[in-house]
Nanobody
Framework: QVQLVESGGGLVQAGGSLRLSCAAFARTFSTMAWFRQAPGKERDFVAAISWGGEHKHYADSVKGRFTIFRDNAKNTMYLQMNSLEPEDTAVYYC?????????????????????WGQGTQVTVSS
């Protein structure tokens, strides 16, 4: 059974850092991504990465602060989050799909992704 399992969330002060992990079980995926959903808000795209890691796509709100990377030998994707802000507070979801990374607006759509993790809570205190 295909599973995506996130870990690494927690409580951190503003300006701090966290690293999220997403382990994929039972198969590998060409494109993997992170989305987040804050209370009362829609799910938003955060970042995505191609199979080899050479192509990445970020939401404007996290550029320069977050870094997405993956280790295919471990079938795991990561999100290094630095300079965290209270506005980053959300449940972070790992997502995966077949097909190449799309770096246009279209690539930010959660509808492209067929596989999702259960989410991990990130809370940034001011």
């Amino acid at each position: 059974q295909v599973q995506l399992v996130e870990s690494g969330g927690g409580l951190v002060q503003a300006g701090g850092s966290l690293r999220l992990s997403c382990a994929a079980f039972a198969r590998t995926f060409s494109t993997m991504a992170w989305f987040r959903q804050a209370p009362g808000k829609e799910r938003d795209f955060v970042a995505a990465i191609s199979w080899g890691g050479e192509h990445k796509h970020y939401a404007d709100s996290v550029k320069g602060r977050f870094t997405i990377f993956r280790d295919n030998a471990k079938n795991t994707m990561y999100l290094q989050m630095n300079s965290l802000e209270p506005e980053d507070t959300a449940v972070y979801y790992c997502a995966a799909r077949e097909g190449p990374l799309i770096t246009t607006i279209k690539g930010s759509s959660g509808g492209l992704y067929g596989y999702w993790g259960q989410g991990t809570q990130v809370t940034v205190s001011s």
